[in-house]
């Protein structure tokens, strides 16, 4: 406990500054001296005080020695650092302190900051604060192999979500550890942050990515999204998640060259981390709930940026309501890409049909207004809508006219198909319902490539892509 009123210096031996003021140490009436490394030193000072557990230093947040501290009526009333013979004397009220030492000399680093302790001191001065419950691991057992006999994992190795590791996670947001973020399907158990940070350090995540996964864990529980039915459905989709605004650049996401690809850490783990939150607090696993036929590789994690800076439209953001600059996730069901190698067309009228043709087999080619879809039109392609002045609004125009299908050859047994749509009075249907479709700008600048992303039934049936802003889970 720091004194009501006095003196209190922190030193270590193995500091040069620290053994040049010893003397000036001995010269101090009434203090109180703690060494972080060798309760022997100083000498000549009386009771040195033992913190090499370094309780006091945390407790007085020290992050340089020497540190010298005047306390009056039980609270701190100044500090100085290193020695510096004026303020020594300013502190001290000696005038003629340390008049044979140097003017000035910087401290050392303090123990606390030292690498070999810092994780320890993370996890006595926080490791009260984790409620998840602990799970011991032997010292003959592997951990990734630990992880994955107690089902924990996606199949792939996982990194062992430590009380440290979790500690530093949570730094990455101001949210209570304890602060409910969603109510998680199948089961609809509560997941806190937490939770969410143990999926996230097991996804492999840094810390700066925690509120893209807040918000996308959040988004993914939401009755829009429906995340139960996305996962029992047969078909092959799971959640994906697009990210907008400056966030996207902060934590180093990939939008352009090999987006849905490998190789970008928070493309990759950030999806992961929402699929592990859905696995081990929801519940919803393969064979279980999840009753996919195929599934996708999608499904072990999906994640991607928009590419704005190179788009010639609005972010996808934008077009559905949010402000220009805010950063944001949209949830939305994916299955895997399916490209579309459009070398030829120079005019967007072209360019459109050919998108839309390939667009009209999502789910099959007969069906109408059932699945949503997401189209990625690559740079290529969107400069030449760009330089025939089409926004996004005339894009999504066209592409709507291009996608209205002729009831005679989507009805049923139409082109000695049994499967198709039942009769009906009207003449033609649109492919998507209204805001199924959505449109985003993203891949490499070379290839005259576009890419599209089914999905799964849409609207209040089925599920409807989720938008939400991330700076709130900062």
């Known amino acids: 406990m720091p004194p009501e009123d006095g003196l209190v210096v922190v030193v270590k031996q ?47 947040d020290i992050e340089t020695v020497p540190t010298l501290i005047r306390f009056a009526g039980g609270r701190e009333a100044e500090r100085t650092v290193g020695w510096s013979r004026a303020a020594w004397r300013e502190l001290t009220g000696i005038d003629d302190l340390g008049a044979d030492l140097p003017e000035h000399r910087p401290g050392c680093g303090s123990r606390t900051l030292d690498p070999d302790v810092a994780d320890e001191l993370l996890v006595r001065r926080a490791g009260h604060t984790l409620a998840a419950r602990r799970i011991e691991v032997s010292a003959l057992e592997d951990e990734a192999e630990a992880m994955f006999d107690r089902g924990l994992t996606d199949g792939l190795p996982v990194v062992t979500p430590t009380p440290v590791r979790v500690l530093r996670m949570l730094a990455g947001t101001s949210h209570p550890a304890d602060e409910v973020v969603a109510v998680v399907p199948p089961n609809l158990v509560e997941v806190t942050v937490e939770k969410v940070a143990v999926n996230a350090v097991m996804a492999g995540c840094r810390p700066e990515y925690l509120p893209v996964v807040l918000a996308a864990v959040a988004a993914a529980c939401s009755e829009t999204f429906n995340a139960h039915g996305v996962l029992a459905t047969m078909w092959n989709a799971g959640p994906a998640i697009l990210v907008n605004g400056p966030v996207a650049a902060e934590i180093g996401m990939n939008a352009k060259g090999n987006v849905l690809g490998q190789g970008n850490r928070a493309n990759s783990t950030i ?85 839309a043709s390939t667009l009209r087999v999502v789910g099959h080619p007969k069906t109408a207004l059932f699945f949503d879809a997401t189209l990625l039109i690559g740079p290529e392609h969107a400069r030449i809508y760009a330089d025939a002045g089409w926004d996004r609004a005339r894009l999504t125009a066209a592409l709507d006219e291009a996608l209205l299908l002729d009831r005679a050859d989507v009805e049923r047994g139409a082109r000695g198909i049994e499967d198709g749509m039942l009769p009906g009075p009207e003449r033609r249907l649109p492919k998507f319902r209204p805001g199924g479709l959505l449109v985003a700008h993203a891949g490499a600048d070379a290839g005259q490539i576009s890419t599209i992303l089914g999905g799964w039934v849409g609207g209040p049936a089925g599920s409807s892509p989720t938008t939400l802003e991330v700076d709130p889970w900062r």
């Not at 009436?29 to 913190?51: E, I, K, M, R, Y």
């Not at 402000?323 to 005019?347: C, D, K, M, N, Y």
């Open 14 to 60: 193995d500091c040069p500054t620290c053994r040049l003021v010893e003397p000036v140490l001995a010269a101090l009436p009434g203090l109180t001296v703690w060494s972080q490394d060798d309760p022997g030193f100083p000498a000549g000072v009386g009771a040195v005080g033992d913190d090499r557990a370094l309780d006091v230093s945390v407790g007085l």
């Open 271 to 355: 999806g992961r981390a929402l699929q592990l939150v859905i696995r081990n607090v929801g519940g919803g696993r393969p064979g279980g709930v999840d009753r996919a036929t195929f599934g996708n590789p999608g499904k072990v994690g999906l994640c991607f940026a928009e590419d704005e800076a190179g788009s010639p439209w609005e972010p996808l953001s934008v077009s559905r309501g949010f402000a220009p600059g805010s950063s944001t996730v949209t949830v939305f069901a994916a299955e895997g890409p399916v490209g579309i190698l459009e070398q030829i067309s120079r005019t967007p009228e072209s360019i459109t049909r050919s998108l």
